[in-house]
T-cell receptor
Framework: AQRVTQPEKLLSVFKGAPVELKCNYS??????LFWYVQYSRQRLQLLLR??SRESIKGFTADLNKGETSFHLKKPFAQEEDSAMYYC?????????FGQGTRLTINP | DVKVTQSSRYLVKRTGEKVFLECVQD?????MFWYRQDPGLGLRLIYF???????EKGDIPEGYSVSREKKERFSLILESASTNQTSMYLC???????????FGPGTRLTVT
């Protein structure tokens, strides 16, 4: 079954420290993976897509097929990065979301 | 700018009531989705629709039904609300073949 796992429900780091939000998927083919973010009192929105290989708001995510991972990284966390982050996998005609990680950046 | 609106931000209903949650999108998207969002469980797909009058069950359809009579509107119906349906409900839409889903602001439903 296609599944996305985010092992950390909560993650707390200090401002300026590196951030890594973990995401693992189970799929035997070539996956299409995304990170979505929900800031406080805002809508859930797309942060980045693995195919685009962009850096959005300083975040990057590399697809590692060997480890079946798509971890989200940022070298220096900022307070405005505090939010709920969801990893998602493009399944047949629908997105499959992970459980989410609540990231808190401490000043 | 894509806009997805949901009829209510907060809703309180009693057990056994029939509940309607409405979602409207203004970008002529073919696909629409209903999710529920619960802490520790992430987003779980309830139902989705590819076209008017078309619907497909998601991962947790039990206790829910949907209606899509017009392309821009997708309704989620709780036939007989129960306390375990207390949750945040999110609607989303996207075009066929597109990868980005656009979400509404959510409806926080409390069933007492």
């Amino acid at each position: 079954a296609q599944r996305v796992t985010q092992p950390e429900k909560l993650l707390s780091v200090f401002k300026g420290a590196p951030v890594e939000l973990k995401c693992n998927y189970s799929y035997s083919g070539s996956p299409e993976l995304f990170w979505y973010v929900q800031y406080s009192r805002q809508r859930l929105q797309l942060l980045l897509r693995h195919i685009s290989r962009e850096s959005i708001k300083g975040f990057t995510a590399d697809l590692n097929k060997g480890e079946t991972s798509f971890h989200l990284k940022k070298p220096f966390a900022q307070e405005e990065d505090s939010a709920m982050y969801y990893c998602a996998f493009q399944g047949a005609q629908k997105l499959v979301f992970g459980q989410g990680t609540r990231l808190t950046i401490n000043p | 700018d894509v806009k997805v609106t949901q009829s209510s931000r907060y809703l309180v209903k009693r057990t056994g009531e029939k509940v309607f949650l409405e979602c409207v999108q203004d970008m002529d998207h073919e696909n629409m989705f209903w999710y529920r969002q619960d802490p520790g469980l992430g987003l779980r797909l309830i139902y989705f629709s590819y076209d008017v009058k078309m619907k497909e069950k998601g991962d947790i359809p039990e206790g829910y039904s949907v209606s899509r009579e017009k392309k821009e509107r997708f309704s989620l119906i709780l036939e007989s609300a129960s306390t375990n349906q207390t949750s945040m409900y999110l609607c989303a839409s996207t075009n066929s073949g597109a990868y980005e889903q656009y979400f509404g602001p959510g409806t926080r439903l409390t069933v007492t």
